[in-house]
């Protein structure tokens, strides 16, 4: 497939928005102009095989829109409003349905209902086979993928207040709020859930509440905020987390990696680094790119660094996938690496449409699927 020659205006940071008193500020990490140039990649020797098995097409992509995956599915969204589940054996379409209004939160779904939300602040539902249940409005804007289970819908607007409904009748549940500071980052942020236990990011704090009436159960912080102003202090959590067990990590926007037990509600490890994307991990390790795109690997039981190197340097990473033995990541040319956990070296590279991928790679059996700036939704399958 031909790649298209990297675009510099692509790589300054994407999607990240901020609230202060209520007024909407663009926060821009850094001018294309100001960047460095990217790294020359690597010349390697493929140790895995792996191939394009499809590819759908969902028109150029405003927000970092993340497919969910669940059942042998994925379900995907389009800016402009198109929700649809896909078998992830051969792509085939399954359902879909229409939200009505542009997209601006990834997708949520547990197979039986699937969620989107809406420029308008809409939490949109949809059943099993595409058809609208219902749509509700939140008071805030909503970067976040709605999370789906229990037959409950819930979500954060970026004034991290937490919202939960009824899946099958849109029935506003409960609300959890609470102080925060003014100033907050819109970026898909942590909403998971532990047995019987919502997991929800407050700023650079995770707590764990009771899903049925919203209540706390526990208050954990990831990370110090540090800085002389607002700005430099904002260290949301970035989500998706990455779990093992009662075991949760996430990344601190530009602060820390750090680690819970979702089981005692106390924290494992912090570990200090900047960063900005969502980290990948599993049993063994976490793995996650800074600001500069140097990627580290940390043993998820301490915190302990196992590997660190500079190979794809000021590449505009996406946010990363463990699978398997592998660690799967895109970057600003389109491009979608496959590197060994366990080592870090460079398995295998295969390509997109020479545009950014974005958000995070999402797996289902043995299929990886990434999203592609201007909409292309590619599925790879490494052997």
């Known amino acids: 497939m031909p790649v298209r020659a990297p675009r510099r205006a692509e790589r300054a940071l994407w999607g990240l928005w901020s609230l202060a008193a209520g007024v909407a500020l663009s926060l ?15 010349t390697f020797e493929p140790k895995v095989t792996g191939r394009q098995v499809w590819l759908d097409d969902l028109g150029p992509l405003r927000f970092a829109l993340v497919p969910a995956a669940r059942d042998g599915m994925f379900f995907l969204a389009s800016s402009d409003g198109l929700v649809k589940a896909l ?15 542009e997209i601006t939160a990834g997708v949520g779904s547990d197979g039986r209902f699937t969620s989107v939300v809406t420029r308008a602040n809409e939490v949109v539902a949809f059943d099993a086979k595409g058809t609208q249940l219902w749509r509700k409005r939140v008071p805030a804007a909503v970067v976040s993928a709605p999370f789906v289970a229990g037959e409950r ?6 004034d991290r207040v937490v ?4 899946a099958q009748e849109g029935r506003r549940l409960w609300v959890y709020q609470k102080p925060g500071d003014p100033l907050t980052l819109a970026q898909p942020s942590v909403l998971a859930a532990y047995r019987n236990t919502l997991l929800a990011a407050q700023g650079p704090r995770l707590v764990g509440l009771e899903p049925t009436q919203g209540e706390l159960n526990w208050d954990v912080a990831l990370a110090t905020p540090r800085g002389t102003n607002e700005v430099e202090r904002l260290a949301d959590l970035v989500g998706p987390p990455v779990r093992s067990g009662s075991r949760f990590c996430a990344r601190a926007f530009q602060a820390a990696v750090a680690c819970v037990d979702a089981e005692r509600g106390t924290l494992l490890w912090t570990r200090n680094t900047g960063g900005t994307r969502a980290l990948a991990g599993d049993a063994e390790r976490v793995f ?4 500069n795109d140097r990627i580290t690997a940390w043993r998820a039981d301490s915190g302990d660094v196992l590997w660190s190197h500079e190979r794809f340097m000021h590449r505009g990473l996406s946010g990363m996938l463990a699978v398997g ?5 895109g970057d600003a040319d389109g491009y979608v690496h496959f590197l060994s956990a366990a080592s870090g070296e460079t398995q295998l590279r295969l390509t997109t449409d020479g545009t950014p991928v974005v958000g995070v790679p999402v797996v289902s059996g043995t299929t990886v699927l990434v999203l592609t700036r201007s909409g292309g939704a590619f599925a790879f399958r490494p052997h």
């Not at 821009?28 to 690597?42: I, S, T, Y």
């Not at 919202?163 to 009824?166: E, K, N, R, V």
């Not at 033995?325 to 990541?329: C, E, N, R, Y």
């Open 87 to 101: 078998r992830a054996e051969d792509g085939r379409e399954v359902w879909r349905g229409d939200a009505g209004a």
């Open 28 to 42: 821009v990490a850094g001018c294309a102009a100001d960047r460095p140039d990217p790294k020359p990649l690597e």
């Open 163 to 166: 919202h939960a409904f009824d």
């Open 325 to 329: 033995p592998l660690v799967v990541f």
């Open 288 to 291: 996650g790119a800074d600001a």
């Open 153 to 158: 819908i819930f979500v954060v607007t970026v």
